[in-house]
């Protein structure tokens, strides 16, 4: 039966089935326009432009050839609203759920000067950019993660099922018990006796800090107490200010002015400590005023040298400049501060784990001794 059901099914005898699973897994593609598929997207475009391929024609080439079914139904949108006679940054505009505001109005600035292959060649380049140091990032905050979580999971686990069995065959037979092992035993019962209720709480205290944490007031704090931290604290800045500032020298050399390019900004940076200081940028610059001033009363995330050299990039008239300077400064010290960091951190931890291993094994054979001594070995 098996095999007849098998025979027919290799002769696409149920297409059905096939079209269902074809249709899922473009459903899930469709819905994955990532940094990744942007980025793609982006450089091919600028390849078919610069070789004097139409708009129009560049979209259908991706439509017919590209693998990625979220790349197809992108261009397949943007060809629509091309058709109808709209630009391109007006059908990007349209597309929210692939494209920020930022990139229509950068490509909108492009479409205005007629460099339209350059700025989406500099937009692919950023996001590009953005996302690898985003991964070193992140790279950089897993691994300790990982080893505090591990290295956790492992002592309660120790604790809550194989000292208890020890204690409870050694430790009868003692006359005396050592006052590690003693400590041990009373932290061994805690986790015995109270462990359902360790997970429930447990649970829930999580739950509830990631419901604090989601709110802006969390969110606030959160960065705050982050960019405190040694080494991470560092390194957290560094990245918050090239992401910061390579969006904004992105928008300044698109001909984007002050207002235009801050306001952009308090739509694409959701960090909440950035989002007060552009708010105050865009209150004063909305006055006339320049932007050294607000930007030097947020020292905690904008430091004095950066400020000081957006000072001399407004005087010159060379702000985009000034802009790649930061960049390259602060980029030197992200990279300084990930290896210092990858470096301190797994000394820190194994003379952590080395401590709890050491102390567990003293209370183990010093209880394991004292019986020894009782029975007069």
Known sequence: MFK????????YQHPFIDKWIASFMRSRDTSNFTGKEKIFFYKELVYMLRGGVSLMEAMNIIMKNSENFAVKSVAKEIAYYLNKGKELSYAISRLPEYFDEGDAA????????????????????????????????IGAMIYPVSLIVIGLAAVIY??????????????????EIPPITAILMGISDFFVHYRTHI??????GIMLLGVYFSTESGKRKGYTALMKLPIV????????????????????????????????????????????????????????????????????????NVTVLIKVGEETANLEHSMTNIIELYQEELDNSIKNFSKAIEPAILIVV????????????GLIFQVMDSAGI
């Open 4 to 11: 007849k059901f098998f025979s027919k099914t290799s002769g």
């Open 106 to 137: 950068i490509i909108k600035t492009g479409e205005a000067t007629g460099n339209l292959p350059v700025v989406v060649q500099a937009l692919a380049d950023e996001y590009a950019y953005l996302s690898e140091i985003t991964q070193k990032y």
């Open 158 to 175: 120790l604790f809550a099922f194989v000292l208890p069995g020890i204690f409870d065959t050694v430790a009868s037979q003692a006359s």
């Open 199 to 204: 997970l429930i709480f447990g649970g829930l």
């Open 233 to 304: 604290g560092q390194m957290t800045k560094s990245y918050y200010l090239i992401k910061w500032a390579r969006y904004m020298r992105l928008m300044i050399s698109a001909g984007m002015d002050y207002v235009e390019t801050f306001r952009l900004l308090r739509n694409i940076l959701k960090i909440p400590l950035y989002q007060s200081m552009i708010e105050e940028v865009l209150a004063d610059i909305t006055l006339g005023k320049g932007l050294y001033e607000p930007l030097s009363k947020h020292r905690n995330i904008i430091p004095s």
């Open 354 to 365: 080395g401590g709890m291993v050491m102390l567990i094994a003293l209370g183990v054979f």
